[in-house]
């Protein structure tokens, strides 16, 4: 029994590493921005990866505010909590409170179910970038265990034709690309201090393409564009990951129709 539960393992995730290895959108971070986008972009039929450091999803949702359990979501998120079956109450003045867990499992289903693939305990290293002017094209990824023991371990590519940062408050693959491929002229301000109001829409409005082929939602992109943090109300994150998926879907339909109606455009 031993042996084919250890070849069961190996064969069918070694199959579905194979499988992954070139996607439509490959999301860095399975916190609300990620698992909010996995999901609006697998509904639309793309292929789509999150790709977590840790060996669970949520990000910054499960400490909720200061360990208490709840967190908050103002009025305008609540179609998406209404998306994934999220239960809330009013807490006054147009906001919302939430259970943490209940809003990671819900998140995590919802983009599962829709076909989205969450793999966990990886640790992306670097990107991959082609042509002048450069674009990203792909991850290059190991363990999370490797990557914390300090060994040098070579990693594994994954082609995508978009990369979605949403790592949270370092922006980490951003954070790459932006010093090794100066050529993309990416500057990251870094986060600024606490404005929840301000922040909660500066957050969504700056969610977007921040070099060709990458892309970043939620937190991060407060660290890329010296935007306020906001503390424990989540409504920005999630609508910052629904918009990232409505601007990688349009931008990967017009390439596809330009390759198609021209040829290759991309490389």
Partial sequence: MELKIGRAIVRHGAEELYEYSDVDVAIVGAGPSGLTAARYLAEKGLKVIV???RFS???GIG??????????VQEEALPILRDFKVRYKPAGDGLYAVDPAELIAK????????????????????VIFRGNPPRITGLLWIWTPIQMSGMHVDPLYMQAKAVVD?????????SVAAKKVPELGIQLRGEKSAWSEVSEKLV???????????YVAGMAAAAVFGLPRMGP??????MSGKKIAEIVAEEIGKAQYAVGAKGPEIH
């Fill in 166 to 174: 949403a790592t949270g408050h370092d922006a980490e693959v951003v």
């Fill in 107 to 126: 998140l995590a289903v919802g983009a599962i179910d829709a076909g989205a693939k969450i793999l966990l305990g990886v640790h992306v290293d670097d």
């Fill in 51 to 53: 790709l977590e450091r």
């Fill in 233 to 238: 109300i989540f409504g920005g994150m999630l």
């Fill in 204 to 214: 969504v409005e700056h969610t977007g393409r921040v070099a060709p082929g990458l």
């Fill in 57 to 59: 999803f949520g990000g």
């Fill in 63 to 72: 400490p909720g505010g200061n360990m208490f359990p709840k967190i908050i």
